[in-house]
């Protein structure tokens, strides 16, 4: 074994058990424990963790991917986006403020109407290539991801 390769008596995930009946659960139980530690001891302190997480945070709201696909085709003011996605104008705004308090959007005043649009075009990228990955079928035949309840 390489000598770039932790210590297995100091590993924390050493005598780990499945957690879960699910197949992925039993797949990691079975990995060596220098591989484990080996993905832990290179993302521990890796930069950007904690700004990658709350990026993610401000992601996690179906409305917001929503507002952020369309500011990508163009940019748009509230009354287009609340005409675009059938919510009401206060909870627009209110994703809206989200995603401006983030730096995701910029709004730029003309008179007494604002208009919003995208900052960065990566982050749209991560969302379509999101969406890309929950609609592809898994090797079972599946999309990935939880199923959606609702149409």
Do not use: W
Not at 1 to 28: E, F, Q, T, W
Not at 96 to 113: I, N, P
């Amino acid at each position: 074994m390489g000598a770039d390769l932790p210590d297995v008596a100091k590993c924390p995930a050493a005598g780990r058990r499945a957690h879960g009946n699910d197949s992925r659960s039993r797949y990691i139980a079975t990995l060596p424990c220098r591989n484990i530690c080996g993905v832990l001891a290179r993302v521990h302190g890796q930069p950007g963790l904690h700004a990658a997480a709350e990026l993610f945070k401000v992601l996690g709201h179906e409305s917001r991917l929503t507002l952020l696909l369309l500011l990508a085709t163009e940019p748009r003011t509230v009354g287009a986006l609340v005409a675009a996605t059938g919510s009401t104008q206060p909870l627009v705004s209110q994703h809206l403020r989200t995603l401006r308090q983030s730096g995701l959007v910029t709004a730029t005043r003309h008179g007494r109407e604002v208009t919003y649009r995208v900052t960065d075009e990566h982050v749209t990228h991560v969302v379509t290539d999101a969406l890309a990955h929950v609609t592809e079928p898994t090797p079972q035949g599946r999309p990935h991801g939880p199923q959606e309840d609702h149409p």
